[in-house]
């Protein structure tokens, strides 16, 4: 009976993240993402990930949570407020900007998580078209992170366990902070946009296509 209710709970979950509308959009509107651009600033800080090492252990996907910045005054902002936070780089519809050296860990979501994870940050869209570029470009940035420190893709999202996380997970399963994006963004573009909420679950099997694609 169980093994039935537990098939059951999986089969539901694959047929959800089978039917997102935004990632059906993505491939019928043949979205393609950017490639990622390098404008290192040599301000950050420079801090090995923990146990001494320059390999991150997963990516963490953010939104701003400002509806009205965009990519290039939010990096402004950042440079000027780094020593409050900083991520490696920022994604909107037209851009993949990698701002801060990969090699050396950021300050996203505070302890633990900071020494772990290559974290970016994606600028709030307002078109249905946009969203779904910016979608596309975020996770095939996650999928290029895994495939360039030679990381398996792994959902952390709902066991804590993995290397693709949302900082809500990191808050949830590791603290250091009390954020839940991009889960209130996703959802609230999904249903402006697309009839439907958009979930980390649906994201990440964007992001295995984009790897399996690399």
Partial sequence: MVTILVSVLMLGSVNSQASSK???????????????????????????YRHGKNKPEGVVVHETGNSHSTIFGEIAYMKKNYRNAFVHTFVDDDHIINIASTKYLCWGVGYPGNARFVQFEQVEMHSKKSFAGEVENAAYYTAYILHKYHLKPNDAVYDGHGTVWSHGAVAHYLGGSDHTDPKGYYANRGKKYFHQSYTMAQFYQLVLTNYHNL
């Fill in 22 to 48: 935004v990632n059906n959009y993505i491939a019928s509107h043949n979205i393609s993402h950017n490639q990622v651009s390098s404008k290192i600033w040599g301000g950050f800080p420079h801090y090995k």
